[in-house]
């Protein structure tokens, strides 16, 4: 089975960076799409951003527009989360997701959790003010 392994979070300031990193084992990773999606403590989950398999479309939640970057070395077979200007409302557990591309296409598949096969135990971001 996949697994996904997400590092990188840890206790930060305001306005301040950080990079999350998402191992995901096997050698089909190229063929993944890659999503990032954070859960708040009492809050739903939310989707965070997103790329697809070859890397050339990218896909951001309105609140990180601008901020935030996703990235992926198939080599490495890792994807990475940029985090600019850090805010405390980005803090929350930061999951790592991989959809295989075997199912229907839907416009906004890319910020469904359901699109979603396999999924990393989570990163903790804590930002103070």
């Known amino acids: 089975q996949v697994q996904l392994v997400e590092s990188g979070g840890g206790l930060v300031q305001a306005g301040v960076s950080l990079r999350l990193s998402c191992a995901t084992s096997?050698?089909?990773?190229?063929?993944?799409?890659m999503g990032w999606f954070r859960q708040a403590p009492g809050k739903e989950q939310e989707f965070v951003a997103a790329?697809?398999?070859?890397?050339?479309?990218?896909y951001y939640a309105d609140s990180v527009k601008a901020r935030f970057t996703i990235s992926r070395d198939n080599a490495k077979s890792t994807v990475y989360l940029q985090m600019n200007s850090l805010k405390p409302e980005d803090t929350a557990v930061y999951y790592c997701?991989?959809?295989?591309?075997?199912?229907?296409?839907?416009?906004?598949?890319?910020?469904?959790?359901?699109?979603?096969?396999?999924w990393g135990q989570g990163t903790q971001v804590t930002v103070s003010s």
């Open positions: 997701a991989a959809d295989r591309n075997l199912g229907y296409f839907n416009r906004d598949y890319y910020k469904t959790k359901s699109s979603y096969d396999y």
């Open positions: 790329i697809t398999r070859n890397g050339g479309t990218t």
């Open positions: 096997g050698r089909t990773f190229s063929s993944y799409t």
